[in-house]
């Protein structure tokens, strides 16, 4: 049994912010493999489905606490269904990777994310990280207002194709080679092109003439 875990803030508020990507990953997931409904779960702090991705059994969730405290409900979930953090698969947003960018790695620091953090404290760093790239705002002092905002009308495109590749890729996670999953999500839902980019390439032509 594994366990894939989507970090977010609960609640209608927080529902479309660029720091709830992973509670997207989590409901698509849901969708696509007919898992049962999600329950609420006080004593979990979290809420869960289970169901079958693949051939595998997974326990799906959403933690119910706030992002900085995830990890109450990942260690509460992992001691419920006696999973070690090694069977664990976090999805969550990454300021340090451009928008529509996906990495997967196992272990490591949190890179100031609070989510991570809190599991740090609860379940040590030893868990499989899905890094999923929203971008940074260029300022460190604009970086809660950025994560804690909606993702914008132009984002909206690419995070659907994320986040329905991902999950359409999500049995190749437990196959084995996490590259495969890496390479997958980059040919289903390839990143935007950075807006500096599509300028300077219409530009171009022009200082030509």
């Given at each position: ?9 609960p ?32 004593r ?16 799906l ?11 109450r ?20 947003d ?24 809190s ?13 999923m ?18 993702f ?21 996670l ?12 980059a040919l289903?839902?390839p ?14 032509p022009?200082?030509?003439?």
């Open positions: 049994m594994y366990v894939f875990a989507g970090l977010g803030n609640g209608a508020r927080y529902a479309k912010n660029r720091h709830n990507i992973g509670y997207l990953v989590a409901d698509e997931i849901a969708r696509r493999y007919s898992f049962e409904g999600f329950r609420s779960r006080s979990l702090f979290a809420d869960t489905a289970e169901g079958r991705v693949g051939d595998a059994r997974v326990v969730l959403k933690p119910t606490t706030f992002m900085n405290e995830s990890g409900a990942l260690g509460a979930v992992l001691r419920y269904f006696k999973i070690e953090p090694a069977g664990l698969f976090v999805f969550y990454e300021l340090d990777l451009a928008p529509g960018k996906l990495r997967v790695k196992f272990g490591g620091g949190s890179a100031g994310h609070n989510g991570i953090k599991l740090r404290a609860h379940i040590g760093a030893d868990y499989w990280r899905v890094r790239g929203i971008g940074h705002p260029g300022d460190k002092d604009q970086v809660s207002d950025y994560v804690l905002s909606d914008s009308k132009a984002d909206g495109a690419w995070v659907a194709k994320l986040v329905d590749a991902t999950a359409q890729s999500a049995p190749l437990l196959d084995g080679d996490k590259n495969d999953f890496m390479t997958r999500i289903l839902a990143p935007p092109r950075p807006v500096q980019d599509e300028t300077s390439e219409k530009e171009e022009q200082d030509g003439i």
